[in-house]
């Protein structure tokens, strides 16, 4: 019996021991899209353990947090709520989890051992599928589990889940990464790079489209390295619809009915081929807002980062595929404050950024990960200048973002409609292909399809269209 048949017995075992109560879980996701999908899975294991999902955590009778490691301010959001829970757990017992990224850190489950005593269950990243067998054991054998491991876990096939969304979907392509960026957590969490294959990727896409899926966003650390470690190594990867890269793959996706639109995230500049330009430029329903992270658009502080790229390469890499790519868009990430990173160094950055002119930027300010290489650099940046920084960088982007914004107005953007818009129930909201926020007044019967709007009006953060 496989690992994942193994864990739907345990799950069998909770339902019974369930069965007649209606219980609830209250989870909470810390971390990217990634820990996302990771608390998706997680979803899917409750429910069918019998379990339903409930917002207020002082109803739940499990709280389950997914957690992340990438920044410092992720970290002190967990302690923050851990805090909170003493009280429920000494009122009514609720059973605590903890599981994700930040849990494969030893200081961390050190301290949460020492002053966080009545919670029950520490899990990581590689032993998410197991959580059945664990919950069964904290309610059986009332008994506290740590159940983390270091070597990079498998990847497991077959988990239940319970998607956010029934119009959009994310699929994880891969797991982990080896690029080891000296800033960077990532590779020590997660574990080696490893792809999944691409019948398992295939099979779960028609599956999304054949329930009425609209747009898969693929997923992974270096999502365009695709397959290359698996190459490099020869581990033999099943032959299917002749994929044996990224670029084979979002054509194979390309084909699938009924999916309107495919996103990625997150690219390698280092690994963007001439093939996977080309892929993008042919497959009508990739969507061209390409995320490409910079980091730093200076070469001596890339060289520190371990990016492998410089900023001519970068910026000679935007031009291929703004050459190729009819009406491309891009999005990236940008660190500021990195050790070492002198005012002149971050003007390099300044200058790629209004070259660029980017659709969205991400900004984050440094921040030192314990164990990286980056954590043991000499000259960190001190606070006050790369909170300066931070602020330069954002009032030149959103400058950026309030001019790009104003070439909408007037255009007709086909629009995802994904459901009522958060703060005002009488509107809906939906993205665009490069996947701006839209407003707009419509009946609730169009969420779930793609329609023309006229773009109206900009508020920085959305764009209000009309039908
Ligand atoms: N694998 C993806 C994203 C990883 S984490 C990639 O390579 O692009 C998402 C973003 O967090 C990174 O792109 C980076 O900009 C930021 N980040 C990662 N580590 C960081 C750190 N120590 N301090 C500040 N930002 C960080
Ligand atoms: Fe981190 Fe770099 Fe890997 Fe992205 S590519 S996860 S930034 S080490
Ligand atoms: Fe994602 Fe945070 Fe882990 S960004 S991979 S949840 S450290």
């Known amino acids: ?133 664990n919950l069964y054991k904290t309610l059986e054998e009332k008994k506290k589990l740590e159940d983390i491991i270091e070597i990079e876990g498998k990847i497991y096939e077959g988990i239940p889940i319970k998607r956010d969304s029934n119009i959009k979907a994310s699929v994880t392509i891969m797991n982990g990464c080896n690029n080891f960026c000296s800033y960077c957590i990532v590779p020590y969490v997660r574990g080696r790079e490893r792809s999944r294959s691409p019948k398992n990727i295939i099979e779960e896409v028609k599956e999304l489209a054949s329930n009425g899926y609209q747009e898969i966003t693929l997923l992974g650390q270096n999502v365009n390295s695709y397959l290359k470690v698996e190459q490099e190594k020869a581990i033999p990867i099943e032959e299917y619809e002749g994929i044996h890269s990224f670029a084979t793959l979002l054509k194979a996706i390309n084909k699938i009915e009924g999916i309107q639109r495919i996103r990625f995230i997150s690219p390698h500049p280092k690994d963007f081929t001439d093939d996977v330009i080309d892929a993008i430029a042919t497959c009508q329903k990739v969507c061209k807002l390409i995320h490409l992270p910079l980091q730093s658009g200076n070469t001596k502080v890339l060289k520190e980062m371990n990016r492998k790229y410089t900023k001519e390469q970068y910026l000679a890499l935007v031009e291929k595929m703004k050459k190729k790519i009819p009406n491309i868009k891009l999005s990236t990430d940008i660190i500021v404050g990195f050790p070492g990173e002198t005012k002149e160094e971050f003007e390099d950055t300044l200058e790629v950024v209004k070259k660029v002119k980017f659709e969205q930027v991400y900004m984050f300010i440094y921040s030192k990960r314990v164990g990286t290489p980056g954590a043991k650099m000499k000259n960190q940046v001190p606070e006050e200048e790369k909170h300066k920084r931070f602020d330069q960088l954002k009032t030149l982007v959103e400058n950026q973002i309030q001019e790009n914004n104003q070439k909408y107005i007037g255009t007709t953007q086909k629009v995802l409609v994904e459901g009522e818009s958060k703060n005002n129930k009488n509107l809906l909201t939906g993205r665009t292909d490069s996947n701006k926020v839209v407003i707009f007044e419509g009946n609730k019967k169009l969420i779930g399809t793609i329609q023309h709007l006229k773009i109206i009006s900009e508020h920085m953060w959305y764009l209000k269209g009309e039908m």
Do not use: W
Request: aromatic share 6%.
């Open 1 to 133: 019996m496989n690992e994942v048949e193994k864990q739907k017995q345990y799950i069998e075992k909770i339902k019974k021991i369930n069965q007649n109560q209606t219980l609830k879980y209250h989870m909470q996701t810390m971390g990217c899209l990634l820990n996302e999908n990771d608390s998706e899975k997680l979803a899917g294991m409750l429910e069918e353990m019998g379990y339903q999902k409930i917002e207020d955590p002082k109803k739940a009778d499990i709280i389950v947090f997914n957690t992340c490691c990438v920044r410092e301010n992720a970290e002190d959001k967990l302690f923050g709520k851990l805090g909170e829970l003493k009280r429920l757990k000494q009122e009514n017992g609720v059973i605590i989890a903890i599981g994700g990224c930040m849990m494969q850190e030893k200081h961390i489950t050190n301290k949460i051992k020492a002053s966080y005593p009545y919670v029950d269950i520490l899990f990581g990243t590689h032993t998410l599928h197991k959580f059945p067998e």
